[in-house]
């Protein structure tokens, strides 16, 4: 009897030990996965979303389904799978998105002429990089402050700053030179 | 009009709004003109490259985006690898919802690193507005009403390409493993947080290797490659501060490429004369950069 009890006891210890070593395993596995795709993740949020916030709920809601799947999803399924999660997110965003008013027919996007004086100056500004031609356009042509433009890029405020500045100034040297 | 003017010769040059003025006193140019109503929300142009956008908004986008100069060239950008990659403050945030061992940095380290940068960031933005008001660069002393240009012996435009890789080999390294043996494992990750650097994902590797270079404090390849990371993202105050971070001995393999991209995040900081006298110094060095440097610090 003594012996089957201590049986019992130790086999209870041994379910309960395994099913916290398991858990920990799930949780490093996740880690590890997280380190390895993360950055491609966000990216492919991003390029579906065109917005930072967007791209950051749709990677952690794409690698919180992860978790809940982890034993189903093999590695080698990785990151195709993250992929197909963050883009039925981004389908059903936009779906409700287009029924707003910001974006429905009630307001037409400008009927470009094909000319714009400040696109031609920035291409002529060899020393210019994406980021500051970003920061430049989302200040002068769509009249952003700079939380909004921090809110679109991702950077800084201070880092926005400091990119304007510099387009700014190698403008003027292209405008006066 | 006192207080206008008072408040014009106290604004500091690094300000967005300060060059806006001698734009237009300059060129008679008003950035209000480049404001144009109509274009679609940066979000919209670049999820019409997906198919993820219901129709007709994705036609709308799209036929709007080939008439649009400003647009495309927008939507190029925003595609740019860098500029669609994470930021570390992004890449935590995200960490810190999912049910995950925290990352192997202690709190203290993180807090550290967090204090550094404010640091940091606040003494350049000293050096900067000390500089402003020096004699080194009078056209920011009393902007209104507007000084010369840039003085000419101070505009350089030093070309910023990807630094070579240069590693160091194992039995090269400058500190040892508890073991006494060379760190294997430092060498292993750099590498790894090498590889967007390689692709040109360099907002991507500034975040790894800034990572990296806090987990191995005497590192001087992650800090060195994290600001020529930043530096090619177009981030030049960040970049300032990594390639100011471990100052190399003359005899180092990186010390003529330190002086050189440091020269290009001072100039791009806006501290032309600190960045003429590095270009100097490399012009008396005779190693890769010496010929550029003179030809630049002479103009
Ligand atoms: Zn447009």
New interface residues.
């Given amino acids: 009897m003594e012996t089957d009890k201590t049986n019992r006891s130790s086999g209870a210890d041994y379910v309960f030990v395994s099913s916290v070593e398991r858990e920990k395993n799930r949780?490093?596995r996740?880690?590890r996965l997280?380190d390895q795709h993360?950055?491609a993740v966000?990216?492919y949020a991003?390029?579906?979303?065109?917005?930072?916030d967007l791209?950051?709920d749709f990677?952690?809601e794409a690698?919180?389904a992860l978790?809940r799947n982890l034993d189903q999803v093999e590695d080698a399924r990785l990151p195709a799978w993250l992929f197909t999660e963050v883009?039925n997110l981004?389908?059903e965003y936009?779906?409700r998105a287009?029924r707003e008013q910001t974006?429905s027919e009630a307001a037409?996007?400008?009927?470009?002429d094909?000319?714009?004086?400040?696109?031609?100056l920035?291409?002529r500004a060899t020393?210019l990089?994406?980021?500051?031609?970003?920061c430049l356009?989302?200040?002068?042509?769509?009249?952003m402050d700079r939380q909004e433009i921090a809110r679109?890029?991702?950077?800084s405020e201070?880092?926005i700053?400091?990119?304007?500045?510099?387009g700014?100034?190698l403008?003027?040297?292209e405008?006066?030179s | 009009m006192k207080e206008t003017k008072r408040a014009a010769n106290n604004m500091p040059h690094e300000d967005p709004e300060h060059q806006e003025r001698l734009l237009m006193v300059e060129t008679g140019i008003d950035p209000a003109v480049w404001r144009e109503q109509g274009h679609p929300p940066p979000s919209l142009l670049v999820a019409s490259r997906e198919d993820v956008l219901p129709q007709p908004l994705a036609e709308r986008v799209t036929s709007h985006i080939e008439l649009c100069p400003s647009c495309t060239r927008l939507l190029e950008d925003l595609l740019d690898p860098d500029v669609a990659c994470p930021t570390l403050g992004e890449i935590t945030r995200i960490r810190r919802r999912l049910p995950m061992p925290s990352p192997p940095q202690r709190p203290w380290k993180t807090l550290a690193l967090i204090a550094l940068t404010l640091v940091t960031a606040a003494l350049s933005i000293v050096a900067v507005r000390t500089l402003s008001s020096g004699p080194i660069s009078p056209q920011f002393v009393a902007p209104m009403p507007p000084g010369p240009p840039a003085p000419p012996g101070l505009v350089f435009r030093i070309p910023v390409e990807p630094a070579p890789l240069k590693l160091p080999p194992a039995s090269t390294l400058a500190w040892r493993s508890q073991d006494g043996g060379p760190d294997q494992a430092y060498l292993v990750e750099l590498g790894q947080a090498l590889k967007p650097y390689r692709e040109g994902r360099y907002r991507e590797a500034a975040v790894r290797l800034q990572s990296l270079a806090s987990q191995y404090p005497q590192s001087v390849e992650a800090p060195f490659y994290a600001g020529v990371s930043h530096l090619l993202a177009g981030d030049a105050l960040f970049a300032l501060e990594w390639l100011t971070k471990k100052p190399l001995v003359r005899s180092h393999p990186l010390y003529d490429d330190q002086l050189w991209y440091r020269a290009a995040a001072l100039e791009q900081t806006g501290q032309w004369a600190e960045a003429r006298d590095l270009l100097r110094q490399l012009c008396k060095l005779s190693g890769g950069y010496q010929q550029k440097a003179c030809q630049l610090s002479k103009r």
């Fill in positions: 949780r490093e996740l880690a997280y993360v950055h966000f990216r991003w390029r579906l979303t065109g917005r930072r791209a950051e990677t952690s690698f919180l978790h883009r981004a389908i936009w779906r287009s974006l037409p996007f400008l009927r470009p094909g000319s714009s004086s400040l696109v031609d920035l291409s020393g990089k994406p980021v500051h031609r970003i356009t989302l200040r002068y042509l769509y009249g679109q890029t991702g950077l201070h880092q700053k400091s990119a304007l500045q510099y700014l100034e403008l003027r040297r405008l006066t």
